[in-house]
C-alpha cells in the first residue's frame, strides 16, 4: 500500500529587497520549511503559488502595487491564505488596515526571528 505524498509547508514571501528575501529563505529552510520567493506582488500574482499548507510573508510597500493592496486583492478573490506582513518603515495606520484585513502578524524591520517563526507556524496549523 501506498501513501499518498503530503504536500510540504510552503511559506511565500514577496519582499522587493533581494538581501531580505535570501535572509527569510535561509531562516526558515533552516528550520525544514520550503520557501518560494518573489520580488514584486505581480510576480507572486502571476505565478498563483499559493496551497492549503502555504502562508504568505508580504513587504508592506512594495514597487507598484503594495502589500496591502495585494491582501485586498487575495481577500476579493477568497484566497485565504494566511499573511504575516513585514516594514521597514513604522506605519500604525499600515498595521491597522493589514491587521482588520485579517493579517496575523505586522512586524517592523529588523524584527526577532523567533517571534516571526513562532507568527509562522501559527499561521501553518
Known amino acids: 500500500m501506498t501513501q499518498a505524498a503530503v504536500e510540504p509547508y510552503r511559506v ?70 494566511p499573511i504575516i506582513f513585514i516594514t521597514a518603515h513604522r506605519d500604525d495606520t499600515a498595521r491597522e488596515r493589514a491587521l482588520r484585513g ?3 502578524g505586522f512586524f517592523n524591520k529588523p524584527f526577532n526571528s523567533e517571534d516571526l517563526l513562532s507568527a509562522i507556524h501559527l499561521a501553518l496549523k
Do not use: Y
Not at 533581494?18 to 520567493?37: F, M, P, T
Not at 505581480?42 to 496591502?68: A, K, N, W, Y
Open 12 to 81: 511565500l514571501v514577496v519582499d522587493d529587497d533581494k538581501g531580505v528575501r535570501d535572509a527569510l529563505g535561509n531562516l526558515l529552510e533552516s528550520v525544514g520549511l520550503e520557501v518560494q520567493s518573489f520580488g514584486s506582488a505581480e510576480e507572486f500574482v502571476s505565478s498563483c503559488p499559493t496551497t492549503l499548507r502555504s502562508c504568505l510573508i508580504l513587504d508592506v510597500q512594495l514597487p507598484q502595487m503594495s502589500g496591502l493592496d495585494l491582501q485586498r486583492q487575495l481577500s476579493k478573490t477568497n484566497n485565504l491564505v
Open 102 to 104: 485579517g493579517a496575523l
